[in-house]
């Protein structure tokens, strides 16, 4: 299993944090828009916000877990920084100075909840982590979406 496997931590930033104009992951090679798994916004128990590429996988008891690639956390921006009429939020490393894997495994239980991101972060967090950005849908395609998934639910169960 790659990665670190971490149940819901919470970190506070310290003077080995990298700082917030530097991450790890513009390093990597660049990952295609095909590439397994799908961009999400997640909500840990914890509190925290982390955007990342997200796949679907198991601990060793077989039970469901996430893997998360490349992870980014969302934090507001605070009101020392100044608001340039961006977005509130900011992306900074996930568990930076703390370890340095650039993916990691997240049990269940960790996880409060799977967002779909807005555009623009999804653009900010591609750029910033060297990957191809999904086109943003528009109205008519998220109605498809939400139907088609609406009508597997009812399928499915």
Do not use: H
Request: with cysteine; proline share 10%.
């Amino acid at each position: 299993m790659p990665g670190p496997v971490v149940n819901g931590v919470r970190s506070n930033p310290s003077s080995t944090a990298m700082p917030p104009g530097q991450a790890g992951v513009t390093d990597a090679p660049f990952m295609p828009l095909l590439a397994e798994g799908t961009i999400k916004l997640l909500l840990l128990c914890s509190g925290q916000l982390v955007i990342a590429r997200l796949r679907n996988t198991s601990d060793r008891d077989g039970d469901r877990a996430y893997q998360l690639l490349r992870p980014l956390e969302v934090q507001p921006k605070g009101s020392l920084e100044g608001d340039d009429g961006g977005s509130g939020w900011m992306l900074s490393p996930f568990l930076s100075g703390l370890t340095s894997q650039a993916n990691l495994v997240l049990f269940k239980a960790a996880v409060a909840s799977i967002l779909d991101p807005e555009p623009r972060l999804i653009q900010a967090y591609t750029t910033r982590t060297n990957q191809e950005c999904p086109p943003s849908d528009t109205p008519v395609e998220r109605l498809k979406r939400a139907f088609q998934e609406f009508t597997e639910s009812i399928e499915g169960g």
